[in-house]
């Protein structure tokens, strides 16, 4: 399809508990970007992929972030045991090697 | 490490009047794109800036990079209501990813 479908939009876990959200990049798109949105306006870059190896890494924390885009899967990012801070819109985006990102929706997860 | 500014952080103008945002990269950029988000919505790519001193047009909307690939600009005429929202500037890195900046939000009053 033409856009980049995330699920859920929303999500609402408690403080420790684990958190994955979901991403379906473009048909024919190589790359897959997840970036973390605070703040309204602030955009923190978390990976990156290039099919579905692992491109760009150094916006992760390591410790509780995981994520993967396996074949014939949609892509995922997981938070384990997560915290307030957490609390956040999550957004997935794909492209080809020409540039230009087309974003997905989000995911907007809320950390009580 | 690499950051982008971009000033200003609210706009707000009269329905026709014009508007300007700017951005500026502590690093020498491959590219910069620019995307806009409406409340409560996701980016939406308009434009990618490739070459030095680039201008490129959409409609009302006049898109520069600057000679020293590091600064661009990004030029509303007569803005309209549908103008409403934040666009944010973003640098590519060496390894793809985007860099981006803290946006401009707008607001038109009609």
């Known amino acids: 399809g033409e856009e980049v479908a995330q699920t859920p939009k929303h999500l609402v876990r408690g403080e420790g508990q684990k958190a994955k959200l979901y991403c379906a990049p473009i048909?024919?798109?190589?790359?897959v970007f997840w970036y973390q949105q605070v703040l309204k306006n602030e955009f923190k870059f978390l990976i990156s992929?290039?099919?579905?190896?692992?491109?760009?890494e150094t916006g992760m924390p390591k410790e509780r972030f995981s994520a993967k885009c396996l074949p014939n899967s949609p892509c995922s990012l997981e938070i384990q045991a997560t915290k307030l801070e957490d609390s956040a819109v999550y957004f997935c985006?794909?492209?080809?090697?020409?540039?230009?990102?087309?974003f997905g929706s989000g995911t907007r997860l809320t950390v009580v | 490490g690499q950051q982008v500014m971009q000033i200003p952080q609210y706009q707000h103008v009269q329905e026709g009047e014009d508007f300007t945002t700017y951005c500026n990269s502590s690093?020498?950029?491959?590219?910069i794109q620019w995307y806009k988000q409406r409340p409560g919505g996701h980016p939406v790519f308009l434009i990618q800036?490739?070459?030095?001193?680039e201008v490129k047009k959409q409609k009302r909307l006049t898109f520069q990079f600057g000679e020293a690939k590091k600064n661009s600009s990004l030029h509303i005429t007569a803005t309209q209501t549908t103008d409403v929202g934040t666009y944010f500037c973003?640098?590519?890195?060496?390894?793809?990813?985007?860099?981006f900046g803290q946006g401009t939000t707008l607001q038109v009053k009609p």
């Open positions: 985006a794909s492209s080809n090697s020409r540039g230009g990102y087309t």
């Open positions: 048909k024919g798109h190589s790359y």
């Open positions: 992929f290039q099919n579905e190896n692992v491109f760009d």
């Open positions: 690093t020498t950029l491959s590219n």
């Open positions: 800036l490739v070459k030095s001193g």
């Open positions: 973003a640098g590519a890195s060496n390894t793809g990813k985007l860099i």
